[in-house]
């Protein structure tokens, strides 16, 4: 119910923010998209050598294939632990709670620096199995690239349970019913059953994890040791390193493009009412 | 009712997962009564002087000092902005609501390094007027940290408000209660759970923020998060483990005084 008197109201209430925001974030972003077209010279020689740099090349190129492999683990994880503490009994619930949220509400250092404890040359995990006389030396098990998987699968679980949870909540259990009824396995009413009737949770929290798992830059750049970087860390090294901006500037609108059409999709999916959860 | 428990197959799964999530966090404790300057685990004997490190080394405690200083500043004014939004999406619906939802949550979406980027093109612009409000400024990186945390408000409070009897504002509304009227007396009341925790979420994402500040901030806003970064960084430094310590006692203590205030979730079964 709109009255003409509500004019007035609601610009004084939204204004301030929407104008905060179009001061500080949305000018800023098109004086960086400036920077991407006029340094070091006029024109689109950033861009050519975004499709053309072999050095720029292989960073994005590497950052896809990261970024692939931690959503395929990230999801198929979250789908584990949601599946239980959607469907699980009190304690298993309560539980895994604590095991998703409190890691999520803790510091991106301080759970790049628990992988760093863990895994360094005399970290736990290597005195251990030292002690254990499963290993001579130490292992080399961070500054590579299995490392910075498991710090970001580690921060994006969290992100995939919701949208899981909220297909699996949506399920009707007389289906899973009907099929016992038939005979089905608990494996046979799981696979057949359950997990397509989940599957559009499981494409939005695959989209979500992707977009979000693409800016990462402080668990790779620290786990990764500079061996490894990823197109983040790459946009920091041209700003601080090599000053460089308009290479840093050209990658920035260039994943902003990429993110934008990942939540087109993720949009188109959520108006076809394939999320599930739109109750 | 659930007909289908989790197989025993399926808890193992989440048990194995439920460690990993827990494991690097647990992994600290021990390390942080090293006596040692390596990160081993203490062997024999435990020791204090990490903590004590926190406690007497000048930059720590400027570094802590600091980031509550900017995280309260930015936690208020992130939840007044946040709320105040949000009040005008759900009370008048203005026309194009999705699309000032859509903007106003860009900074959450975008990627945090486009984010960087953008606002140290900001700050330095804003550095040509005066150096105490761009670059390396306590207000210039608060004024990052409000652009980051504001969309996590806004999602906050909208989720409060989604949850609010829209009848007990018409009420108000129909025997005569202007717009102020409504929002203090009857809408504000109802949501002030939901304020107060996008008031402390916003705090906690300032206080460990990195990403954005890396790139705002060089010798004189030394942040918390920024020196733990340089300290891990360079040659790790134990007195992480001890002020990771500090950090994750800190959020659990929050958690848990959170859990106490909240009402019982209505979807609670069986």
């Known amino acids: ?279 | 009712m659930r007909i289908q428990r989790p197989g025993p197959v399926a808890v193992a799964l989440a048990l194995l997962v439920g460690i990993f999530l827990l494991l690097p966090l647990l992994a600290v404790v021990p390390i942080s009564f090293t006596p040692g300057r390596l990160l081993t685990l203490p062997k024999g004997s435990l020791s204090l002087m990490h903590y004590r490190t926190l406690f007497e080394n000048p930059d720590w405690l400027s570094g802590i000092l600091l980031s509550a200083r900017i995280g309260l500043f930015t936690s208020v004014i992130s939840t007044v902005l946040a709320t105040s939004f949000a009040l005008g999406i759900w009370m008048l619906q203005p026309r194009f609501s999705q699309v000032l939802v859509g903007f106003v949550l860009l900074p959450m979406i975008v990627p945090p390094v486009v984010s960087a980027m953008t606002l140290y093109f900001l700050l330095t612009g804003m550095s040509q007027m005066s150096h105490s409000i761009g670059f390396d400024s306590v207000i210039g990186v608060t004024l990052a940290h409000v652009v980051m945390t504001v969309p996590f408000a806004v999602v906050m409070v909208l989720v409060a408000l989604a949850q609010v009897d829209r009848r007990i504002d018409l009420a108000a509304r129909g025997m005569g209660a202007s717009v102020a009227q409504r929002i203090v007396h009857v809408i504000l009341p109802t949501i002030a759970f939901g304020v107060a925790t996008a008031a402390l979420l916003v705090f906690v994402l300032s206080w460990e923020e990195i990403g954005v500040t890396l790139f705002i901030t060089s010798v004189d806003a030394i942040t918390l998060p920024r020196l733990m970064w340089m300290g891990l960084r360079d040659n790790v430094d134990p007195a992480i483990a001890a002020i990771s310590v500090v950090l994750i006692v800190v959020t659990l203590v929050i958690l848990l005084a959170r859990m106490a205030f909240q009402r019982r979730p209505e979807f609670e079964e069986e």
């Open chain 1, 1 to 279: 119910m709109r009255s003409s008197s509500a004019l007035w109201p609601t610009l004084a209430l939204t204004a301030p923010l929407v104008l905060f925001l179009a001061f500080a974030y949305a000018v800023p972003f098109l004086g960086v998209a400036l920077w991407s077209v006029t340094l070091p010279e006029p024109g689109l020689g950033q861009y050519e050598r975004l499709v053309g740099d072999p050095l720029v090349q292989s960073v994005f190129l590497r950052t896809f294939r990261i970024c692939l492999i931690v959503t395929v683990i990230a999801v198929a994880c979250a789908y584990a632990v949601t599946y239980v503490w959607v469907r699980g009994s009190r304690l298993q619930r309560r539980l895994i709670e604590i095991c998703i949220f409190v890691p999520f509400w803790i510091s991106l250092l301080t759970r790049a620096f628990g992988w760093l404890v863990l895994l360094s040359t005399r970290g736990i995990v290597n005195s251990s199995l030292q002690v254990l006389g499963l290993t001579d030396g130490p292992l080399a098990l961070v500054r590579n690239e299995p490392s910075v998987i498991a710090g970001m699968v580690h921060v994006l679980i969290p992100f995939a349970v919701l949208p899981l949870a909220s297909a699996m909540r949506t399920v009707d259990e007389r289906m899973l019913l009907a099929a016992r009824g038939m005979g089905a396995s608990r494996l046979r009413i799981f696979w057949s059953v359950f997990l397509p009737l989940t599957l559009p949770g499981v494409i939005g929290a695959t989209l979500i994890v992707f977009v979000f798992s693409l800016g990462f830059f402080v668990t790779p750049a620290i786990l990764g040791g500079g061996r490894s970087i990823m197109v983040a860390e790459l946009v920091y090294l041209r700003m601080f390193q090599s000053p460089d901006w308009g290479l840093g500037a050209a990658i920035s609108v260039a994943l902003v493009v990429i993110v934008a059409a990942l939540m087109g999709l993720l949009a188109r999916f959520a108006r076809l009412g394939l999320m599930g959860g739109g109750r």
